[in-house]
């Protein structure tokens, strides 16, 4: 079973900046997608990063600068660093995996944690 668990979310000022992590468990390789993803107020869930095969980070344009994602599988960790964070950027970030196995596809998401930027 697949478990994924968030943290590092908070209240932090504009212009801050901040890490994120997402533990995972169960059964995840190293060529599974992993990523992040957030969700604001009355808004859709939207990609931040995805991860996968060690270091091979894909960004949607509207993200690339601000976000870096990085995982280490030693640590079972997924990391999120947000910088130069703005009143836009507060929502709650979801760690997500994906995974294809010959028994099926299968996305799994963590519980969220909360990103408030406000002074």
């Known amino acids: 079973q697949v478990q994924l668990v968030e943290s590092g979310g908070d209240l932090v000022q504009p212009g801050g900046s901040l890490t994120l992590s997402c533990v995972f468990s169960?059964?995840?390789?190293?060529?599974?997608?992993m990523g992040w993803y957030r969700q604001a107020p009355g808004k859709q869930r939207e990609l931040i990063a995805i991860i996968r095969n060690g270091d091979f980070a894909t960004y949607p344009d509207s993200m690339k600068g601000r976000f870096t994602i990085s995982r280490d599988d030693a640590k079972k960790t997924v990391y999120l660093q947000m910088t130069n964070l703005s009143a836009e950027d507060t929502a709650v970030y979801y760690c997500?995996?994906?995974?294809?196995?010959?028994?099926?596809?299968?996305?799994?998401w963590g519980q969220g944690t909360q990103v408030t930027v406000s002074s």
């Open positions: 169960g059964s995840i390789l190293d060529s599974d997608v």
């Open positions: 997500n995996a994906y995974i294809i196995r010959m028994s099926g596809r299968y996305d799994y």
